[in-house]
């Protein structure tokens, strides 16, 4: 039963014991980032923790053991364990994606004034947030902003905002995604908490949409399906300044993907967002049928697969792979080490 009563606790996540390599600018070779990957799967596949989300109905069928890593280079270069080709739906790692286009379309400035970019400290889909912020959906990461990016999406009507979003996604990882009907049928069954959100938003004059339409396209979009090779390749191109690694596509710009990652390194895992950013000290986002993707700027995406999730709503393994991956490859952003070693001050 989820949400999983367990909170995942930094200390939980069992990496204290890695030899943590510093930023030295460039990740190991490809046959050292093979052999970490298999450290880093062994060692998440020791939890058992967590649940499958089941309040969208079709996503308790998940098996639980499902799991895979695949990491993605800037130059293209791709490292995979497991199950990295299984497809899942997409869920709320889309929202990154398409802040990201919406910011390419129309500039951050006017998506900051309505969408903003603060942390809420609540859970995804609060409607108390909303609430205490006099209305303002907080940032694009909650099903608020989301609700507000995906209103605000270029095209006059549902069809074409829903083109633009989906024909987006699909460039970011490089084929073509299709929704899992099977998905959007049951989360539109269900979603009567996203249909208050939006309503909610447009009691306030936030969303500029017919508020029903816009939950449409956002269930659509979590429905489209990936894999966690899509995803590392998705999350590679926010790494190479917009840039699809394998396909050469400009996607956005470089200073689009500079936004989306501070956005998402501030709200990217919800209220344990702060842990995240301690523990792994890298921008991601996560999504409640078990994807995650995490960008190390300039060097990789990573994109795994396992859905048991923590009570927010964060992959159990996700975060454990995620974790070892950032310590072992030298990935944090916040490490440092000092310029005077290995010579004497003067
Ligand atoms: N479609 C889901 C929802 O709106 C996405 C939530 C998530 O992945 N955290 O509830």
Sequence with gaps: MWPYSDSMRGSELG?????????????PRGDRIDELL???????LEHAEGAVADYIPILADADPEGFGICVADVDGGIHEVGDTRYAFSIQSISKAFVYALLCDAVGHEAVFEMVGVNNTGLAFNSVVAIELNDGHPMNPMVNAGALATTALMPGGTAEEKWDAVRTGLSRFAGRELHVDEEVYRSEAATNHRNRAIAQLLESYGRIQADPMDVVDVYTRQCALL??????????ATLADGGVNPVT?????????????????AASGLYERSGEWLFEIGLPGKSGVAGG???V??????????????????NSVRGQVATAYLSRALGLNIFASESHFSGRTPE
Aim: glycine share 8%; charged share 20%; proline share 3%.
């Design 248 to 264: 050469g596509d400009q996607v956005v710009s470089a200073d689009v993907c500079r936004d989306t990652l501070a956005v998402l």
């Design 15 to 27: 990496v204290d014991d890695i030899e943590t390599a510093v930023d030295t600018g460039a990740v």
């Design 292 to 294: 995650l993707v995490t």
């Design 38 to 44: 298999d450290a880093a799967y062994q060692r998440a």
């Design 226 to 235: 990936v894999d966690a090779h899509d995803l590392a390749i998705m999350a």
């Design 296 to 313: 190390a700027p300039g060097k990789v995406g990573i994109g795994t697969y396992a859905p048991r999730l923590d009570s927010a709503g």
